[in-house]
């Protein structure tokens, strides 16, 4: 294709976001049913153990984010965008189903942690390359003028992924007594996932390449070369992926992921109002996505990205002394709507921004493995270092260190220049 019509823009970027959604629901269940079927693949110690050492694991998920990215990006800056999200979405699907089948420690002792390793460490593949190639294909075939807008789908999908895993939980937790869901229960998302991973794939096969990736292949288009080779001549543009993800990924994962076992584990709230709580601030926090997304296309990213960096820097130890010491879920809610709606400002831009730093030719790995590496670090850590703080005392160290991280991406928003305008992507 050469050009892009809105209506089959419209229909590639819809099922492009249902197959980032599908992927982000199996990984985000690992998380949201942590709390069930942590005492299944762990010697039942102490909760704060348990979840310790689910946390490890979610983790080295992580830290296998970089190797998808590396690899995924490779291959969706030579042989598609369309190609890379397909693989990408298999291998998520091969995860979910290895842990919804994996026997409990009791029966097979350490070879079940073992596999719950292994899955998470296929998944972690999978979503490092989903990343930086769903990004890349959302900002390439979003027309100029909205590109924000479009581009904000990514992780209204990604947040959708965790509503919906929340959805389930919750159906879950009205049908089931506590000891099913602790027995069996917290497998059932996770065939879900591997059974709608089938469906994901069916709408990626029917995606059109972007017209970007098309041109790129093009006889006159310029020599082929090594990727890594080519992307070491944007040492700029990589340093500056990883200043403006530090932040708002160790952000992003306090107040969406860990904030379901901080409402347990220091605000004393159950795991069902827990659920409640983090499933009403996912539903409001999606609104804020497409929003911001649409302001960035006025007003420009570097605003967008500031008001975050601001918020989270002056706001997060305050709000989460009142988040640790409420005990009213409505004040719970609003304190973490508040959070996620400064949040967003990072959230809902990231990914078009990235995109815009980076030539078509190195686009796919450029926004990926930077930010893959910077998330490996800071986000998947984000929760072990959390307990961690509390299991030595000092929980309040943990909320000076996101926003320290806060201040440091403030920084890169202060000093780089306006993607939107002059940034490297063609209509």
């Known amino acids: 294709m050469t050009s892009a019509t809105p209506a089959s823009r419209l229909r ?21 049913f942590a709390l069930y079927f942590a005492p299944v693949f762990f010697p039942k110690d102490n909760e704060t153990a348990q979840l310790l050492n689910t946390a490890a694991i979610f983790a080295v998920g992580f830290l296998m984010r970089p190797l998808g990215a590396w690899l995924l990006g490779i291959y969706a800056d030579r042989h598609g965008r369309r190609a890379a999200l397909l693989l990408s979405v298999q291998l998520m699907a091969g995860g979910s189903l290895l842990i919804a089948c994996t026997p ?27 990343y930086g190639t769903s990004a890349t294909y959302l900002s390439e075939m979003a027309g100029a003028k909205h590109r924000g807008f479009w581009s904000s789908f990514q992780y209204l999908t990604l947040m959708g992924g965790q509503l919906l ?3 389930v939980q919750l159906g879950l937790q009205a049908l089931l007594t506590p000891a099913q869901l602790d027995e069996w229960g917290w497998r059932v998302p996770f065939v879900i996932g591997a059974i709608a991973a089938g469906a994901a794939l069916y709408l990626r096969t029917h995606m059109d390449e972007t017209a970007a990736f098309v041109r790129q292949q093009e006889p006159t288009a310029a020599p082929r ?20 993800t530090l932040g708002g990924t160790l952000a992003f994962y306090t107040f969406t992921t860990y904030a379901q076992k901080f409402l347990v584990n220091s605000s004393g709230f159950s795991k069902a109002q827990a659920t409640s709580i983090s499933f009403v601030v ?11 997304g649409a302001v960035s296309d006025k007003i420009g990213r570097r605003p967008v990205l500031l008001f975050f960096g601001i918020g989270a820097t002056l706001g997060t130890v305050p709000l989460l002394r009142l988040l640790a010491h409420t005990t009213d879920a ?6 973490l709507i508040a959070a ?14 990235k995109a815009e730093l980076f030539p078509t030719e190195i686009r796919a790995l450029g926004v990926g493995l930077p930010y893959a ?12 270092v959390a307990l961690y703080a509390k299991d030595q005392g000092a929980e309040e160290w943990y909320y000076w260190y996101v926003a320290g991280c806060a201040l440091l991406s403030l920084v890169v928003y202060w000093r780089m220049g306006e993607t939107r305008t002059a940034g490297r992507m063609a209509d």
Not at 330 to 335: I, Q
Not at 340 to 353: C, D, E, K, M, P
């Open 340 to 353: 996620l709606f400064v949040v967003a400002g990072y959230t809902s831009i990231n990914a078009v921004v």
């Open 225 to 244: 070369r090594s990727q890594l080779q080519v992307l070491w001549q944007y040492p700029g543009a990589v340093l500056t992926v990883v200043g403006l």
């Open 104 to 130: 409990s420690y009791a029966r097979i002792g350490v070879a079940a942690p073992a596999l719950l390793l292994l899955a998470r460490l296929v998944q972690g593949i999978s979503v490092g390359g989903e």
């Open 373 to 384: 590496l910077t998330v490996a670090v800071f986000g998947g850590t984000a929760e072990f």
């Open 282 to 292: 996912m539903a409001a926090a999606l609104l804020f996505q497409p929003l911001l």
């Open 12 to 32: 590639s970027i819809v099922s492009g976001s249902i197959g980032n959604l599908v992927e982000w629901f199996d990984w985000y269940a690992y998380s949201a």
């Open 165 to 167: 895993a929340l959805s």
């Open 330 to 335: 409505g004040v719970a809610t609003g304190l």
